[in-house]
């Protein structure tokens, strides 16, 4: 009978061996899946600022040429105000 309890305790021990070894690798899937993961989010994340930088240069660089040609416009209608008021004279 001791021959038996000895054998059934040495299988179970094998089967929780094999269990925790399970446990162990599924962790380290799960560890490597997950900086997989956080790697991607840091690189969107960062990827995110670099457009969001772009379209801010693009922003500011359409408003001062709006505001150039704003001028522009502005100083031609000076200018044909002040030849119309010279042929009017």
Known sequence: ????????????EFRQLEEEAGWLAGREELQRELADVAARVEARSLRLREL???QLQASQSAQEESCAMERQLLSYLRRLEEV??????
Request: proline share 0%.
């Open 84 to 89: 119309r008021f010279a042929m009017c004279t």
């Open 52 to 54: 969001e930088q772009q």
């Open 1 to 12: 009978m001791s021959v038996y309890v000895g054998k059934a305790f040495e299988d179970l």
